[in-house]
């Protein structure tokens, strides 16, 4: 089983994210259901894992905060963008849960996360983006911004790798208080 904690968002907001696709040659943009903000990536687990990880976020004790997504930027890999995202404004409070289940992950013997977090929605991957057209296309989008969405809530999502697209599916969903 493939898992990772993440974000969902009301499909107002999915919809909004999604009226965004179009423009830029080379890209696959992400379907509307699967935006989401990843949290933290766990990987592949046995079911037995699974168990441990959901038992783990269970405990975790968290306060409902505002989220606003903002701005737009790529993700590189050997100097080739590959990734297209809108960012989250900066948040204490989003950052506080993160940390709270990369812990919670840990006791359950996750395997502690190496990279930075940088909170951000995934539009599109690119392969092979014309850069002039990938410039234009975010210079022309970076103010993007939407309304503060109240967050009330965190889910362990179940991952299946598809053709066309991943398959995305809440496992479980935790309430924040």
């Not at 960012?87 to 950052?95: F, I, Q, T, V």
């Not at 850069?131 to 109240?150: C, D, I």
Request: contains cysteine; proline residues 6%.
């Amino acid at each position: 089983m493939r898992l990772f904690v993440g974000l969902d968002f009301p499909w107002e907001t999915k919809q909004l994210l999604g009226s965004l696709a179009g423009g830029i040659p080379g890209a696959r943009w992400v379907p509307p259901e699967n935006f989401h903000l990843t949290l933290r990536f766990i990987g592949e687990v046995p079911a037995h894992r699974a168990e441990d990880i959901d038992l783990a976020l269970t405990t975790l004790r968290a306060r409902a905060f505002p989220l606003v997504l903002t701005g737009m930027g790529t993700f590189a890999k050997g100097g080739q963008a590959n990734a297209l995202w809108i960012g989250a404004e900066r948040n204490p409070s989003l950052e506080a849960l993160r940390n709270k289940v990369e812990t919670a992950l840990q006791r359950s013997g996750c395997e502690p996360e190496r990279r930075r977090f940088t909170p951000h929605v995934t539009l599109a991957r690119l392969r092979d983006a014309a850069e002039g057209k990938l410039v234009a296309y975010v210079q022309s989008h970076n103010l993007f911004r939407t309304e503060p969405m109240q967050v009330q809530h965190f889910v362990l999502f179940s991952s299946q790798l598809g053709k066309e697209a991943s398959v995305y599916t809440p496992e479980v969903e935790y309430a924040l208080i």
